[in-house]
C-alpha cells in the first residue's frame, strides 16, 4: 500500500517503550556490574517486526525529555517508524526496565521503573491527529490498558476509531497481572477491548484466565462468540491453535511449532508470534499459513538475546518460508 509522505502511517501501534538494560553476566542482578542497552516494550516489538517486514508502521506514545528518550527515539527511527505521534512529555520520565540473564532457557527475571513514566499520562488528546483515513490496521495490546486510567480510555478510544474507520484489528491480552488492581478488572476490561477486535491473539494460559475455560476449542469459541473473526492461540513449543471464520468458512487447525535447538531468551516471542501472524494475515495469507508464521518467527525470537534482536527482514523471512514450507 503505497501512500505519500504526508498522509498517516498504515499500520499503527501504540503503548510504552522503555530503556532496556540486559545483564551482561548471569546471576542476581544485584551482583551484576555490566548491562548493554536495548529498547524493551511488547508493541514497539511488533511495530519493529512489521517495519522489518515493509510495511508502514506508526507509534504513539510518549518518552520524557531525557536522553533515554532520545535513545528510544533514534531506535525506533532508525528501524523505519514513522514517529510522528511520538511526543515529548517534558515533566514525566521515560521508563525503565533491567532483565537478567538467564540460562538454560528460563525465563528471565525482569525489574521495571516505569511508575508514573512519560508513557503513564497517555491520554485521548495524543490521538487528536491521527489520520485514521489512512489506517489499514490497528495493533493493540493489554498493556497499554494496565499502566493508568487515561491509558485505559486512549486503548477504548483508537480501537473505537479504528473499526469506525473499516481498519483491522489485532489484539494480544499481554497480562501484565501486577499492573491492574485486581484480577477481575483485568478480565473485564481485556475482553471488553477483545470484542472490538477482529484477530484475538492470547497464549494458552491467558485465554484460560481470561474467559474461564481450559481447552483452546472453547476460549477461541469465547472471542469468537464476541465478534471476532479469528483467534489464534499461541501454544508455546508445541505451536499454536487457530479457529474462526476467515475465508468465510468455520476452520479449525493445530499447527506444530519449530525446534530450537538452544533457547537463549524467551522474552519477546510471544510479540514475535504476533509479528508473523498479523503480517502474514495482512499478505493475504490463509490462517494456517499465518499460524505457521507466527510459529517460525516466534522460534527466531528465543534464539537470540533481547526482545526484537531475532525479528527478520522480508528477505530473511522469505528465504526461511521457502525453506521451511518445503521441508515434509
Not at 490498558?145 to 491509558?151: E, F, G, K, L, R
Not at 490462517?287 to 510459529?295: S, V
Request: aromatic share 8%; charged share 25%; net charge negative.
Amino acid at each position: 500500500m503505497t501512500q505519500s509522505p504526508t498522509s498517516g502511517p498504515e499500520i499503527l501501534t501504540f503503548g510504552e517503550a522503555m530503556a532496556l538494560f540486559i545483564a551482561e553476566t548471569s546471576g542476581d542482578l544485584a551482583d551484576v556490574e555490566r548491562f548493554q542497552r536495548r529498547i524493551a516494550g511488547a508493541d514497539t516489538n511488533v511495530a519493529i517486526g512489521l517495519s522489518r517486514l515493509g510495511f508502514n508502521v506508526g507509534w504513539l506514545s510518549r518518552i520524557g525529555d531525557d536522553s533515554f528518550g532520545t535513545f528510544i527515539r533514534r531506535t525506533l527511527e532508525a528501524e523505519g517508524l514513522d514517529c510522528r505521534h511520538l511526543n515529548v512529555d517534558p515533566e514525566h520520565p521515560t521508563g525503565l526496565m533491567f532483565k537478567e540473564r538467564a540460562v538454560g532457557g528460563t525465563d528471565p527475571r525482569t525489574e521495571y521503573f516505569r511508575r508514573g513514566s512519560a508513557a503513564s499520562h497517555l491520554t485521548t488528546e495524543d490521538a487528536e491527529n491521527v489520520d485514521f483515513s489512512a489506517l489499514r490496521h490497528l495493533h493493540a495490546t493489554g498493556i497499554p490498558p494496565a499502566i493508568s486510567a487515561s491509558c485505559r480510555e486512549l486503548s477504548r478510544h483508537l480501537l473505537a476509531r479504528a473499526r469506525a474507520a473499516g481498519a483491522s484489528i489485532s489484539f494480544d491480552p499481554n497480562l501484565r497481572p501486577s499492573l491492574w488492581e485486581s484480577e477481575s478488572v483485568m478480565r473485564d476490561t481485556l475482553n471488553e477491548l477483545a470484542a472490538d477486535a477482529d484477530w484475538v491473539l492470547p497464549g494458552l494460559a491467558e485465554g484460560r484466565l481470561l474467559t474461564g475455560y481450559e481447552t483452546a476449542y472453547d476460549i477461541a469459541g469465547f472471542y469468537l462468540d464476541q465478534g471476532a473473526k479469528a483467534v489464534i492461540i499461541k501454544l508455546g513449543p508445541e505451536g499454536s491453535y487457530y479457529r474462526g471464520t476467515l475465508g468465510g468458512q468455520n476452520e479449525e487447525v493445530t499447527v506444530p511449532g519449530f525446534p530450537v535447538a538452544e533457547v537463549i531468551d524467551t522474552v519477546g516471542a510471544g510479540d514475535a508470534f504476533a509479528v508473523g501472524t498479523v503480517s502474514a494475515l495482512l499478505d493475504g495469507r490463509s490462517p494456517q499459513e499465518a499460524a505457521r508464521r507466527g510459529n517460525l518467527i516466534g522460534s527466531l525470537a528465543v534464539q537470540v538475546l533481547g526482545d526484537m534482536e531475532g525479528l527478520p527482514s522480508r528477505a530473511r523471512l522469505d528465504a526461511l518460508e521457502a525453506n521451511a514450507w518445503s521441508q515434509p
